[in-house]
């Protein structure tokens, strides 16, 4: 077993040493790269305090990750060419938080989006719209429905 220690560790770390590459527009990346492109893990740090961490491919974030903008909202879930897709988990910095699906940068699919007073909504979101489901106030009251993008009073 003492022989075959150093051996794995050895096949384990071939390829995947980090490079840096240094952005013109004042970003850095920390990262595995191919053919000077980032790809497979890395982070990216822009300089107005923005950061990525997680998978790349081809040069976009693609994969599971983490995003942490400037201005204090986070996202931490899946990416896809660059965009925010899949499951993921969203922080606003006004005290908004969203749980569920996401496509294109966009709230799409089922989720749950939770308003800084405690007030929510729950269901299907469409291209970043809350779609078919329902509003709650902050101690859990049904307040409105929504049916295909259409908002409607619960009496």
Known sequence: MKRLLPMLLLVFSVGVEAETINYSGGGIYVGQVSNGTPNGQGSMT???????VGDWKDGETHGQGTFTDGGGGKYVGGWKDGKMHGEGVSAYPDGRNYVGEFRDDAFHGQGRLTLAD????????????????????KLGNVT?????GVRRAVN
Do not use: H, I, R
Not at 46 to 52: E, I, L, N, P, V
Not at 122 to 127: C, H, I, N, Q, R
């Open 46 to 52: 822009w300089t107005d305090g923005a950061k990525y």
């Open 118 to 137: 405690g007030a929510k909504y729950v269901g299907e979101f469409k291209g970043g719209q809350p779609w078919q489901g329902t509003l709650y106030d």
């Open 144 to 148: 409105e429905s929504v049916v295909e």
